[in-house]
């Protein structure tokens, strides 16, 4: 979906909402400098990556809300981590720092709902609404994203989808096309890394807007990443490892290899994952960063001895076998900034 798209149906929603329910233009024009403030706050924090409530609000007639509460002029948004129980903002209609709140107790919340001449933002549980006045306005989102106000990981999680379902699965690219080693897609060349990671990059390249797609990062690891996904103006960026599965065939040779891309592959890129994520905090601490293990499944059954042709069943015996991780490196049961394995099957050409 485009961005002038997915703008309009923010527009068309909520905001439309609030006014039927004020009648106040007043009302438009302060929910709309809050979401200006929730962009630029997402800037800094990713909605997907922590568990505690974000609050902002304006009242209408500027009186401070939380009178009797610790605050501070909030203008460094390097106070913030992804650790927070519950965050508050009072933003200003004039030219001023929001007053910020870390301390502001569940029942002292519910009493700002429950007021009058107010617009809020809350996001809470994994989900976001705007308050208006004691009532709540919904914020339709069906994005693979908490927030539809910080979209970058969803655009990402559709192109590797996309990558998955036309590039992977059919071999439909030039560039995947030249990982195997024969027209029925049923062996990988030797060492074919470089190629799938090659046409990964280029499909992102390609089909993502406003990014930056480096292969072989340079992190500091015992290896560098496969490819990293960077956008500035978001401050976000997507770690990607390449495994692959399945047989490959000898350097310069019509003999099958001895060495098999096997389920502990996955297993050694989940490891590789954590280590990038690791280093990655340290050497770009202020860019919020996710990580992805692609795994492209290229197994095929009774291979083992050189074949040239493959059946229906024995090309597709792997074809909704799942990954095995080990449950020690399931770091993205636990870790917020990791996502869970993608495995991509590759359909050979059956006889």
């Known amino acids: 979906m485009s961005d002038q798209l997915v703008d309009k149906v923010r527009n068309e929603d909520f905001t439309i909402q609030i006014f039927s329910q004020t009648k106040d233009s007043q009302y438009i024009k302060l929910t709309t400098n809050i979401v200006k403030t929730v962009k630029e706050l997402y800037r800094h924090i990713e909605p997907s990556h922590f568990t505690g409530e974000v609050v902002l609000f304006h009242k209408i007639d500027e009186s401070i809300f939380f009178n009797d509460c610790d605050s501070i002029d909030f203008y460094d948004y390097a106070i913030l981590d992804k650790d927070f129980k519950r965050i508050v903002f009072q933003l200003s209609q004039q030219d001023e720092f929001p007053l910020y709140y870390d301390s502001i107790e569940d029942t002292q919340l519910e009493a ?6 107010y617009v809020a933002y809350i996001f809470r549980g994994g989900k976001e609404n705007f308050y208006v006045n004691g009532k709540k306005v919904k914020i339709r989102n069906e994005y693979s994203c908490p927030s539809i106000f910080a979209l970058q990981y969803h655009y990402l999680n559709e192109e590797l989808l996309k990558f998955k379902n036309e590039v992977v699965r059919k071999v439909s690219s030039q560039l995947f096309k030249e990982c195997w ?6 062996y990988w ?3 074919p890394e470089d190629k799938i990671q ?6 992102l390249r390609n089909s993502l807007r406003g990014v930056n797609v480096v292969r072989e990062y340079k992190l500091g690891a015992t290896k ?4 990293r996904v960077f956008w500035r103006e978001a401050n976000r960026a997507a770690l990607i490892e390449v495994k692959l599965m399945g047989r490959s065939m000898k350097k310069d040779s019509d003999e099958i290899s001895a060495y098999e891309y096997t389920n502990e592959r996955v297993n050694d890129g989940m490891k590789q994952i954590k280590e990038y994520i690791d280093l990655g905090d340290s050497d770009s601490p202020n860019v919020i960063t996710k990580g992805y293990l692609v795994v492209a499944d290229g197994r095929r059954n009774n291979i083992n001895k050189k074949v040239t042709t493959i059946s229906m069943a024995d090309g597709n015996h792997y074809a909704n ?3 095995d991780v080990d449950i020690a490196l399931q770091y993205y049961k636990n870790h917020y900034n990791i996502e869970k394995p993608i495995r991509m099957f590759s359909e050979p050409l059956c006889s």
Request: avoid cysteine; charge should be negative.
């Open 112 to 117: 700002l709902i429950n007021s009058e001449n």
């Open 181 to 186: 080693s024969d027209q029925n897609y049923i």
């Open 189 to 191: 060349v030797n060492k």
């Open 198 to 203: 090659l046409a990964l990059a280029e499909f």
């Open 224 to 227: 560098p990443v496969d490819v």
């Open 321 to 323: 076998v799942e990954l």
